[in-house]
């Protein structure tokens, strides 16, 4: 059964920190990884999407890269600023499950 | 195009009765699924579906009941609410063979 482990469960950093986020899986036949924020009280962005083919993606100041063969991946946030905070969740989708297994996920929160 | 959509956005039933919980998408994507998000636990899934007239249980299944009779709908069925089944539930879509998940609103409900 596929479990996916998030670290640190919650970080609270200064503004323009670089930071980075873990997610560990325990089965890698994954087809693809993604992590996705959620702001309180709402619901999921995706914010990257990585294939099973793929070493890492980058969309902005995001930065998502997966070493499938150790079942790890990070989300690094570069110059990061307070209206990221949110929590950070990874998800993978396992070919033999046919199914999304989520994390718990990181409170990031960002202040002044 | 809406995405994916869901309804109610808020909703609280007494204990024993049944509701369904709508979503659609618009993105002729196979894929769907019903997840559950409690605090502490993470996202769960429901039930999920492959296709128009495809179903299958996921992790926590027990109290639900779903179809699909068409390809962008995919309702969920509480068919007596208990307390325990206060959460926030999400719908998602996705096209199989890209995987890539699109997450609905979510709908918070309540049951008294």
């Not at chain 1, 670089?18 to 309180?40: E, G, K, M």
């Not at chain 1, 998800?91 to 929160?109: D, E, I, P, Y």
């Not at chain 2, 719908?91 to 995987?99: I, K, M, P, Q, V």
């Given at each position: 059964k596929q479990e996916v482990t998030q670290i640190p469960a919650a970080l609270s950093v200064p503004e323009g920190e670089n930071l980075v986020l873990n997610c560990s899986f325990t089965d890698s036949a994954i087809y693809n990884l993604q992590w996705f924020r959620q702001d309180?009280?709402?619901?999921?962005t995706s914010l990257l999407l990585i294939q099973s083919s793929?070493?890492?993606?980058?969309?902005?100041?995001?930065?998502?890269?997966?070493?499938?063969?150790?079942?790890?991946?990070t989300?690094?946030?570069?110059?990061?600023?307070?209206?990221?905070?949110?929590?950070?969740?990874?998800?993978?989708?396992?070919g033999t499950a046919s199914k999304l297994t989520f994390g718990t996920g990181t409170r990031l929160q960002v202040t002044l | 195009n809406a995405g994916v959509t869901q309804t109610p956005k808020f909703q609280v039933l007494k204990t024993g009765q049944s509701m369904t919980?709508?979503?659609?998408?618009?993105?002729n994507h196979e894929y769907m699924s019903w997840?559950?998000?409690?605090?502490?636990?993470?996202?769960r899934l429901i039930h999920y579906s492959v296709g128009a007239g495809i179903t299958d249980q996921g992790e926590v299944p027990n109290g639900?009941?779903?179809?699909?009779?068409?390809?962008?709908?995919?309702p969920l069925r509480l068919l007596s609410a208990a307390p325990s089944q206060t959460s926030v539930y999400?719908?998602?879509?996705?096209?199989?063979?890209?995987?890539?998940?699109?997450?609905?609103?979510?709908?918070?409900?309540t049951v008294t």
């Amino acid at each position: 059964k596929q479990e996916v482990t998030q670290i640190p469960a919650a970080l609270s950093v200064p503004e323009g920190e670089n930071l980075v986020l873990n997610c560990s899986f325990t089965d890698s036949a994954i087809y693809n990884l993604q992590w996705f924020r959620q702001d309180p009280g709402k619901g999921l962005t995706s914010l990257l999407l990585i294939q099973s083919s793929q070493r890492e993606q980058t969309s902005g100041r995001l930065n998502a890269s997966l070493d499938k063969s150790s079942g790890r991946s990070t989300l690094y946030i570069a110059a990061s600023q307070p209206g990221d905070s949110a929590t950070y969740l990874c998800a993978v989708w396992t070919g033999t499950a046919s199914k999304l297994t989520f994390g718990t996920g990181t409170r990031l929160q960002v202040t002044l | 195009n809406a995405g994916v959509t869901q309804t109610p956005k808020f909703q609280v039933l007494k204990t024993g009765q049944s509701m369904t919980l709508q979503c659609a998408q618009d993105m002729n994507h196979e894929y769907m699924s019903w997840y559950r998000q409690d605090p502490g636990m993470g996202l769960r899934l429901i039930h999920y579906s492959v296709g128009a007239g495809i179903t299958d249980q996921g992790e926590v299944p027990n109290g639900y009941n779903v179809s699909r009779s068409t390809t962008e709908d995919f309702p969920l069925r509480l068919l007596s609410a208990a307390p325990s089944q206060t959460s926030v539930y999400f719908c998602a879509s996705t096209r199989l063979g890209s995987y890539e998940q699109y997450f609905g609103p979510g709908t918070r409900l309540t049951v008294t």
